[in-house]
């Protein structure tokens, strides 16, 4: 969903505002216990909806994702952890019980370092990670840039200016961690579906009881099973009356199919390597 500039330019403003207050807050608030790290466009808006609905989580607010360990890092963590509810407060709407907290931020999985980050400033949080057909990702990556202005090539061009544009991009993020990279965060549409590249170094650092996978397609196909593996890993019952919406597709023409068999035998070995490393096979080569 598009917002109205006005709109958006108010909730801007809300957010710059109240960020002297959530440093002041800080001590009272919530760690977060998940974060879902990603991938982009691969659901993770959906999975964190999902989530939100049930009666033992309480989300952030203004913030769905937060972004602090990938491009706010230098914000400091008690500006990160005022954007969580007020302990007591959460204890007193669910009557003394304790709910878990967390956020959704899908660069998270990409960033050079990120990681790193999560694993030492948190390291009791359950990180849920999102994969999708990586063809599908890239096509649905760059119709989502180009709508929110950061893409002004077509999907083919795009894509042959991706090794030119993300040139040294993690090496220049590694040796100044204040720098944000543009086209590493906006850009990167075929680089962002090497799963397993990223999934075992994400592992590397937290661990792999700490991290869960989640097809999106076998989520949106099946989101019962699914949802309860999602609640078992997170310690979380079971609660009727959830209900499983897909949010933030976007509508575009197909993509022209000798591209489309170019972009499969480019990932075929990265989708094998993901189901080693997973031990099940990805939705997408069923």
Not at 60 to 85: I, M, Q
Not at 230 to 248: A, S, T
Not at 250 to 264: C, Y
Request: proline share 7%; net charge positive.
């Amino acid at each position: 969903m598009t917002r109205h500039p006005l709109a958006e330019t108010a909730r801007r403003g809300l957010l710059r505002a109240s960020d002297a207050t959530l440093r002041l807050s800080a001590p009272l608030r919530m760690q977060p216990d998940f974060l879902i790290v990603g991938g982009q466009r691969c659901g993770t808006t959906s999975l964190f909806k999902t989530l939100a609905q049930h009666s033992g989580v309480a989300r952030p607010f203004l913030r769905k994702g937060v972004h602090y360990f990938d491009t706010s890092y230098d914000e400091g963590p008690a500006w990160y952890r005022g954007h969580f509810p007020v302990a007591a407060t959460s204890r007193l709407r669910r009557g003394g019980r304790r709910a878990l907290t967390g956020e959704s931020s899908p660069y998270y999985m990409f960033h050079p370092l990120a990681a790193e980050r999560i694993a030492r400033d948190l390291p009791g949080a359950k990180l849920l990670a999102l994969v999708r057909d990586p063809v599908e990702r890239a096509y649905s990556a760059h119709a989502h840039e180009s709508a929110r202005g950061f893409e002004t090539e077509t999907f083919e061009r795009a894509l042959e200016l991706e090794p030119e544009r993300l040139a040294g991009a993690r090496e220049l993020v590694r040796a100044d961690p204040t720098t944000t990279h543009f086209s590493l965060q906006h850009h990167a549409y075929v680089e962002r579906g090497h799963y397993a590249e990223h999934l075992r170094r994400v592992e590397a650092l937290v661990g792999r009881e700490r991290l869960h996978v989640v097809d999106s397609q076998d989520f949106f196909d099946e989101p019962v099973p699914v949802f309860r593996e999602v609640l078992d890993f997170l310690g979380l019952p079971e609660q009727p009356g959830i209900r499983f919406e897909q949010h933030n597709a976007r509508r575009r023409s197909p993509m022209a199919g000798d591209l489309r068999k170019s972009l499969e035998e480019h990932f075929a070995p990265h989708d094998e390597a993901l189901a080693r490393w997973w031990g099940r096979t990805p939705s997408w080569r069923r």
